[in-house]
């Protein structure tokens, strides 16, 4: 008998559990190039919708429901659920789950892509991201006005452990300040990938943002121009960082910017830049921890 290449045994194994679940999901064959891994397990939704502490006059913005495992949860606690989804297929699914019960008056779903909506006002966000949106979305979030309360949201593993990453940990970077600058975030639960389906590739934590409310006074553009400077080579002392020439011509161009638009110092922008310019080096010789290293607070002090 011939032998069956193991490359054909494996497309053969894909093939055959695309149609398992092609059956259980009711006939629907879920796209996992946007992202779509509905999470199945009834335990890990419940604890999900219970760290949110819900109240029944809370408005809840959920993003990529799905076929609504979470949904029907979320509508039975809030007075309102806000649902994105791109897909029409799971927005005609998830109409029909709720159709003819109480239920149905208090879900309005937006269909599209949630990173290029207006979101309305919600008090509380709960979601299964598709992960390829999480950083965009986590600051699209972290920017809405009014505040909201809380967002519970599943993230893939290693995005959700360089939110919460310290001075000093492997993913500590870029991402860990910017949002524990702007929230208070913690990591509530690990989630398996079978608890999905289709699973991913990946492992999930489940991560709970808080906005500070009120945010702190600084410009948040130039505040993300500083981290970005600085995390390059994450490696390196800060002193060593603003040592560099493109970062110093980098610096007078947006100072000569900044006085441009603001109409001060006309004739003296060239004089001026490099005087700031000098006095950023200044400051910057005191530092000489990298920047993985340093705090939060060590950083506003520097701002």
Same mark, same amino acid.
């Given at each position: 008998?011939p032998k069956v290449k193991s490359g054909a045994s494996g497309r053969?194994?894909?093939?055959?559990?695309?149609?398992?679940?092609? &059956?259980?999901?009711?006939?629907?064959?879920?796209?996992?190039?946007?992202?779509?891994?509905?999470?199945?397990?009834?335990?890990?939704?419940?604890?999900?919708?219970?760290?949110?502490?819900?109240?029944?006059?809370?408005?809840?913005?959920?993003?990529?429901?799905?076929?609504?495992?979470?949904?029907?949860?979320?509508?039975?606690?809030?007075?309102?659920?806000?649902?994105?989804? /791109?897909?029409?297929?799971?927005?005609?699914?998830?109409?029909?789950?709720?159709?003819?019960?109480?239920?149905?008056? &208090?879900?309005?779903?937006?269909?599209?892509?949630? /990173?290029?909506?207006?979101?309305?006002?919600?008090?509380?966000?709960?979601?299964?991201?598709?992960?390829?949106?999480?950083?965009?979305?986590?600051?699209?979030? /972290?920017?809405?006005?009014?505040?909201?309360?809380?967002?519970?949201?599943?993230?893939?593993?290693?995005?959700?452990?360089?939110?919460?990453?310290?001075?000093?940990?492997?993913?500590?970077?870029?991402?860990?300040?910017?949002?524990q600058l702007l929230a208070r975030v913690d990591h509530l639960m690990?989630?398996? &990938?079978?608890?999905?389906?289709?699973?991913?590739?990946?492992?999930?934590?489940?991560?709970?943002?808080?906005?500070?409310?009120?945010?702190?006074?600084?410009?948040?553009?130039?505040?993300?121009?500083?981290?970005?400077?600085?995390?390059?080579?994450?490696?390196?002392?800060?002193?060593?960082?603003?040592?560099?020439?493109?970062?110093?011509?980098? /610096?007078?161009?947006?100072?000569?910017?900044?006085?441009?638009?603001?109409?001060?110092?006309?004739?003296?922008?060239?004089?001026?830049?490099?005087?700031?310019?000098?006095?950023?080096?200044?400051?910057?010789?005191?530092?000489?921890?990298?920047?993985?290293?340093?705090?939060?607070?060590?950083?506003?002090?520097?701002?």
């Amino acid at each position: 008998m011939p032998k069956v290449k193991s490359g054909a045994s494996g497309r053969r194994r894909e093939r055959q559990e695309q149609r398992r679940e092609l &059956k259980r999901a009711g006939g629907l064959m879920f796209n996992k190039g946007i992202g779509q891994h509905i999470l199945k397990n009834p335990l890990i939704v419940n604890s999900i919708i219970d760290k949110a502490a819900l109240r029944p006059t809370d408005v809840v913005l959920e993003v990529g429901p799905g076929t609504g495992n979470m949904t029907v949860k979320l509508l039975e606690k809030a007075k309102k659920v806000v649902a994105c989804e /791109l897909d029409p297929r799971l927005v005609a699914e998830l109409h029909k789950r709720v159709q003819g019960t109480p239920m149905a008056s &208090k879900l309005q779903v937006l269909v599209g892509d949630v /990173l290029k909506a207006d979101l309305p006002f919600f008090d509380a966000c709960v979601a299964n991201l598709p992960y390829q949106i999480s950083s965009p979305f986590v600051f699209k979030l /972290l920017l809405h006005r009014p505040f909201f309360r809380c967002a519970i949201l599943m993230f893939q593993r290693e995005f959700a452990l360089r939110l919460v990453a310290k001075p000093g940990d492997k993913l500590y970077c870029r991402l860990s300040i910017n949002t524990q600058l702007l929230a208070r975030v913690d990591h509530l639960m690990k989630v398996g &990938k079978n608890n999905f389906r289709p699973p991913p590739k990946v492992e999930s934590s489940v991560v709970r943002i808080e906005p500070k409310n009120p945010p702190p006074p600084i410009n948040f553009q130039e505040w993300d121009g500083l981290v970005r400077i600085t995390f390059v080579r994450k490696n390196k002392t800060l002193s060593a960082a603003f040592k560099s020439s493109a970062v110093q011509q980098l /610096l007078e161009k947006n100072y000569r910017i900044h006085c441009s638009i603001h109409n001060t110092n006309g004739e003296g922008h060239e004089r001026t830049a490099i005087w700031q310019v000098q006095e950023v080096k200044k400051k910057m010789r005191r530092c000489y921890q990298p920047s993985k290293q340093m705090s939060l607070k060590m950083f506003l002090r520097m701002k």
